[in-house]
T-cell receptor, first 113, second 114 residues
Framework: GAGVSQSPSNKVTEKGKDVELRCDPISGHTALYWYRQSLGQGLEFLIYFQGNSAPDKSGLPSDRFSAERTGGSVSTLTIQRTQQEDSAVYLC???????????FGPGTRLLVL | AQSVTQLGSHVSVSEGALVLLRCNYSSSVPPYLFWYVQYPNQGLQLLLKYTSAATLVKGINGFEAEFKKSETSFHLTKPSAHMSDAAEYFCAVTYTGANSKLTFGKGITLSVRP
């Protein structure tokens, strides 16, 4: 079956622009996670969704970052007024339920110029 | 709070040699532990996981890891390295909490010499 997919695979933007990153989880997976992978910080948790609600947003680095999930499926991570330090690979993962194995997508590589 | 320590950032072995990648964890509750592998420009792929069943866990591609509570360790091993094992390896910890978010180590890059 299909795994987790993310789009775009690469995104180059200018400082100050807004970007949207999309994640399509594995069908039927109720839990969805966003992580960020950067050279300086390694892999960091950003936000967790259970269904359409986000009970844990503790990893979002600033109020420029937001995310939503609709229909218990697709999720969008939005970064407003991008900064150069936002450059990273953004990874999405999903699991059948919280505590089950998380399956990762290929990531979106974001470069802010 | 939970954390993972992966000492060193790079390990180099010869093809056919033993692979040993170290992982130590800190968790105030019984942990679930994972090893993921990341090949260049790809996402993370699960190698194996420990979820409080057998302490010796076998994964894909000939890898295995042993959970040692007394040493708070979950080291990854493979008896004989292949060139295709060259990648970055991440140890991660979580627990059966409200969301089970993963806390990752910094990762170790494995190089395999011919």
């Amino acid at each position: 079956g299909a795994g987790v997919s993310q789009s775009p695979s690469n995104k180059v933007t200018e400082k100050g622009k807004d970007v949207e990153l999309r994640c399509d989880p594995i069908s039927g997976h109720t839990a969805l996670y966003w992580y960020r992978q950067s050279l300086g910080q390694g892999l960091e948790f950003l936000i967790y969704f259970q269904g359409n609600s986000a009970p844990d947003k503790s990893g979002l680095p600033s109020d420029r970052f937001s995310a939503e999930r609709t229909g218990g499926s697709v999720s969008t991570l939005t970064i407003q007024r991008t900064q150069q330090e936002d450059s990273a690979v953004y990874l999405c993962a999903s699991s059948l339920d919280p505590g089950e194995t998380q399956y990762f997508g290929p990531g979106t590589r974001l470069l802010v110029l | 709070a939970q954390s993972v320590t992966q000492l060193g950032s790079h390990v180099s072995v010869s093809e056919g040699a033993l692979v040993l990648l170290r992982c130590n964890y800190s968790s105030s509750v019984p942990p679930y532990l994972f090893w993921y592998v990341q090949y260049p420009n790809q996402g993370l792929q699960l190698l194996l996981k420990y979820t409080s069943a057998a302490t010796l866990v076998k994964g894909i591609n000939g890898f295995e890891a042993e959970f040692k509570k007394s040493e708070t360790s979950f080291h990854l091993t493979k008896p004989s390295a292949h060139m295709s094992d060259a990648a970055e390896y991440f140890c991660a910890v979580t627990y059966t909490g409200a969301n089970s978010k993963l806390t990752f180590g910094k990762g170790i890059t494995l190089s395999v010499r011919p």
